[in-house]
C-alpha cells in the first residue's frame, strides 16, 4: 500500500513534471515571462536577399504536436514570445516557394533566439506537391476505379474533383499538402481523412460514387487507420518494455491499456514516432492519453524511471553528469536483476558486489570530457591539413559541429548517452549464469530472447504500418510487404532504429508491386529518410 501511495504522488510530482518541463506544450503562448522568444528574418536566395512577406513560421514540440503558428511582416520578420524551454523544429511556408521543414531550435527560459532564414521561390514543377501529393491522388482514384469498377472517364473526373476541392482549401489556407496533413492527422491516410471530413471533399467523392461504395472506400481508410494505431501500441510498449524492463504481463496489460486509448486524439501515427524519446513517450501515455501508469511498474522499474528522468536533465560539469549517469546505471542493474525473482543471500551478495564495476565500466563508455574530445579531434584535423587531406576552412566547419555536439548554448555539457544496454554487459551476464541454476539460466534467457524477438516483431510491424497508410497499400500490397520486413533485422537499441527499418524496407520494396502513384510517393518518402540519416 505505501508504494502504491508513493508511486501515485511522487510520479506525478517528480517525473511527470520533469516531463512537462522538457517537452510542455500548454503555456499560454503570451506569457513570455515563463518562456522564451523566437524571432528572425525570413528573406529570398537572391543576392538582394528580400524579405518575404506573408510566410507561415510553424513551431513544433518534438513530440509532433503544432504548437505556435505566426507570420513574417512586410519586412519579412516574425516574432513568437512564450514558447516553453524545450527543443522545436521550424517549418515555413508560403506558396510559390520551397518548403523548409524540420529546422532544430532549443528554447530556454528568458532566451532571446534570433534565427534568420531563407527562401528558394519553387520553380521546379515536380516540387513537393507534385512527388508526393498529386502521386497519391493518382494513386487514390485509380485504386478507387479498380476497386469499384469504374470507367476511365469517370476515374479521369473524380480525380479531378478531388484535386479542385483540395486545392480550394489549401488556398484558403495558405497550406501545401503535406502541411495540411501534418495538421491533421498527418501522412498520407491523414490527407485522405483530412478531404473526406470536409463538405465539399466528401461532395467530390459522393460526385463519382454511389453511396454504399463511399461507406466502404470510408471504411476502407478506418482500417488502415486502425492497422497503425494497432502497430503504434505495441512499437510503444515494446519500447517502454525495454527502457523499463517490463515482464511479460506488463507488457501485455500496457498494449491493452494503449488500445483503449485509440480513440484519443493525442493518439500518436507511426510516422510521428521518429522524433520523440523515451520520457516524451511516456509524458504521451499518462498526460495526453491520460493512462495511470503507477499501478502498471515494480518499485524497482520506478527508481528506474527517475533514473531516466534525471539522466534526461543532466547538465552542467563532469562530476555532475556523472553522478546522474551513475545514479541511472544502478537503477537498470536492479530493475533488471529484480526480474530474476527470489534470490538466495549467496547469490545477493555476488550480485551486488560486481553492480560498481560493471557501473564504472559504463561511465568510462561515456565520454564526459568535451575538453578532451575537442582538443584530441582538433589534433587530428591539423594533421590532415599538413598532409594536404583537408583545407582549414573544412577544419572549422568540422570543429565548429564538434563544439555544437559537445556543448549546448548555454555553455553546458550536451548528454552522450553509451550506446548499448547496460544489462548486456559480460561480466553481468557472467555472473547471472553463475548464481542461477542451470535451468533458472535457460529459463532467463528463453525470456530475452523472446523480449528481444518481441520487440524486433514490433518495429516490423509499425515499419509496415508506416508505409502502408502513406502508401495507401491495399491488402495484397501489405502481404508482400510484410514478406519483405520479416527477413529485415535492426538492433533495438539503435538511436534510429525505426526510420533505419523503414528506409531499409522502402530500399527493398519492389517498385512493380506499386501504381505509378505511389512510386512517386515512395520516390519522396525515400529522398526524406536520406535527408535525415545526413542531418
Known sequence: MQLRKTLSYTFMLSVVACIG??????????????????????????PEQKPIEGVDVQIYGRNGVHDFKVKTDANGEYKCSGIPAGRYLISTFKRGYGNRSGKPVTIVDGGDHFLPLRMAKNDDAEDRWSVWSVGLIQHITKNIGNRYNLEEPAIAALHRSILDALNAVLEQNNQDASEFARVGQKGSIGLIEGVLSLPDGKAAFAR??????????????????HQDQQAVARYITAWVGQELILTGDQRKNLEQLLLDATANEAFPVSMSLFEIDILEALHLIGDKLEISLEELFTQAQYHLLQGIAAKKMAKGNKVRVEFQLRSFAVAKLRAHTALLGTLNKEASRRLSAIEGVVVQQYIDAQNTDPEATYRETAAKLRQTVEAGEMTDKQVDEKLDALMQELWDEGGTIRWREPWGDITRNPLFQKTIKDVLSEEAFAQYTEHQVERGNWHQQALRDVAVASLGTQLILDDTQRKQLETIAAELTVDPLETDALPILIYQLLQRTDHGMLSAGQQKVLTFMQAGFERHFRK
Open 21 to 46: 518541463m522538457i517537452i510542455g506544450t500548454s503555456f499560454a503562448q503570451n506569457d513570455a515571462a515563463n518562456g522564451g522568444t523566437l524571432r528572425g528574418t525570413i528573406t529570398d536566395t537572391t
Open 208 to 225: 463519382h460514387l454511389t453511396e454504399k461504395q463511399l461507406q466502404d472506400y470510408i471504411e476502407f481508410t478506418k482500417k488502415l487507420r
